[in-house]
């Protein structure tokens, strides 16, 4: 089985909104966390997962680190609306 280990760091205390599918022998389901607030960390089982993370406080930096076996996506944003789109297979 293959882990996705993703670890949303930046501003204590930010909130971020962020809608995860993930992809795992050909069947995708769908994770939503409404508001979490940083630090937090997500492990699924997956071959491929696709991310839209959304920065919803003002004035706070988000950082999102995406690993899976030996690859690894890190991106950040800043300020209310920032919006990231991730993807790791």
């Known amino acids: 089985m293959t882990q996705i280990h993703i ?15 993930v992809t ?3 069947e995708t389901t769908e994770h ?10 997500y492990t699924f089982t997956g071959t491929e997962l696709e991310g839209t ?5 003002d004035n ?3 950082e999102v680190d995406i690993q899976k076996g030996s690859n690894r996506s ?3 944003t800043q300020g209310a609306g920032g919006t990231l789109t991730l993807m790791i297979r």
Request: charged share 30%; hydrophobic share 30%.
């Open 7 to 21: 670890t949303m760091s930046g501003t204590p205390g930010a909130e971020f909104s962020a809608h995860w599918r």
């Open 24 to 26: 795992h022998e050909d």
């Open 32 to 41: 939503v966390e409404e508001s979490g607030t940083v630090p937090a960390e």
């Open 53 to 57: 993370v959304k920065l919803l406080s």
């Open 60 to 62: 706070e930096r988000l």
């Open 74 to 76: 890190r991106s950040s």
